[in-house]
């Protein structure tokens, strides 16, 4: 980020979001730039800062990965870009590829793919096709606010339920209880679970993390009424930031215990690419009396740098600290009873779409 020299005022554009600021994206031929005549900010870019949604009629949907640090080999993002506005979010480089900021862009400037369960339906027709979990929500939230208008994880959900496919979900938002109608029902054939993500118990902090997502009190509400409805929960801590959140580990675990949660996962912060300029300039604003500490700590659990993009080591970091936080997280799960287990759910139910002009078959 380049050092402007003279004093800066908030954008009151800006209020409500989790990035302080739109860099460039990495593969930007333009470079914008921010001048002041001391009584205005003139940007480039002066446009609106609200909210803007871009259908974008996708070519596929299903996208399938091979990391080995991964429990999932495939997953559906119904939206690109996310409101909620996570600071920390490994997310938002992906805008850069749309030639978008992965700042304020990410969290403004969202597509949504209303064909995504045409084009799921198609990929779950195919007759080579092998019945694995699909992954909601493991790029951006499938419950960002803009699903309450635009519905398309709920379309998706019920192709899911049609074809008895397997899926699991993972959200910062309440709104998956809008869908609890689908979920019970499949949870009861173990075809599905859910995860609530849950960083913070403080109001205050949560507000700065993740500004649009549902407000903690909300999320434990959301554990309380899945489970009980008979849905599996996991609680995850993610990510885990040192002396910002790390401190609430066990609280969150049991407040999510209380609440009926059934698991518990973690995962240290990653600052991938443009996303560790963005966290390092949110907390020169909203901590400064910690910000290098912070950014010490979580270079001693990533070989040094602002991000470890190795396997294995980007999930659970490295050093003393990774250590400190890995021993003191499965202690409570221990103590809880929320220790990881793998939730292996029923891939022998699936069966493919009826498609129009398929021939039924005979019983």
Not at 13 to 39: C, H, L, V
Not at 46 to 63: M, N, R
Not at 79 to 90: F, L, P
Not at 179 to 195: Q, R, S, Y
Request: charged content about 30%; glycine content about 4%.
């Amino acid at each position: 980020m380049v050092k402007l020299p003279f004093p800066q005022r908030e954008d009151p554009r800006i209020r409500g979001r989790g990035a302080t600021f739109n860099p460039d994206s990495r593969f930007s031929d333009e470079t914008r730039k921010t001048i002041s005549d001391e009584w205005r900010d003139y940007r480039l870019d002066d446009g609106s800062f609200q909210t803007t949604v871009t259908t974008e009629i996708a070519k596929s949907i299903l996208s399938r990965n091979t990391s080995p640090d991964l429990p999932f080999d495939r997953s559906v993002n119904p939206y690109r870009g996310c409101e909620h506005g996570c600071i920390y979010c490994y997310a938002r480089p992906t805008h850069s590829y749309m030639d978008l900021s992965p700042g304020l862009d990410f969290e403004r400037k969202l597509f949504a793919k209303p064909n995504a369960a045409k084009l799921l339906r198609k990929t779950l027709s195919n007759k080579n096709y092998e019945c694995r979990p699909i992954a909601l929500g493991t790029n951006t939230d499938p419950y960002q606010p803009i699903e309450k208008r635009y519905e398309i994880t709920r379309s998706v959900i019920e192709l899911l339920a049609e074809t008895r496919h397997p899926f699991t979900i993972t959200t910062k938002s309440d709104l998956v209880l809008r869908d609890i109608d689908i979920l019970a029902p499949l949870a009861l054939e173990n075809l599905t679970c859910v995860c609530i993500s849950v960083t913070s118990l403080d109001n205050k902090l949560s507000r700065l993390m993740e500004p649009r997502a549902s407000a903690p009190n909300k999320r434990l509400k959301a554990i309380e009424i899945l489970a009980k409805a008979g849905i599996k929960v996991i609680v995850q801590i993610a990510p885990v930031i040192p002396a910002i959140n790390d401190m609430e580990i066990e609280s969150i675990m049991q407040a999510a215990k209380d609440n009926g949660a059934s698991q518990a996962i973690y995962i240290p912060v990653r600052l991938p690419h443009e996303v560790s300029d963005l966290f390092r300039d949110w907390l020169q604003k909203h901590y400064p009396d910690r910000a290098s500490k912070v950014m010490k700590l979580i270079q001693s659990m990533r070989n040094g740098r602002d991000n470890d993009p190795n396997f294995n080591d980007r999930m659970r970091g490295s050093g003393a600290y990774a250590d400190l936080i890995r021993m003191r997280f499965h202690n409570a799960a221990r103590k809880l009873n929320l220790e990881n287990r793998m939730y292996d759910l029923d891939t022998d139910l699936f069966t493919p779409p009826q498609n129009p002009g398929d021939q039924l078959s005979l019983l």
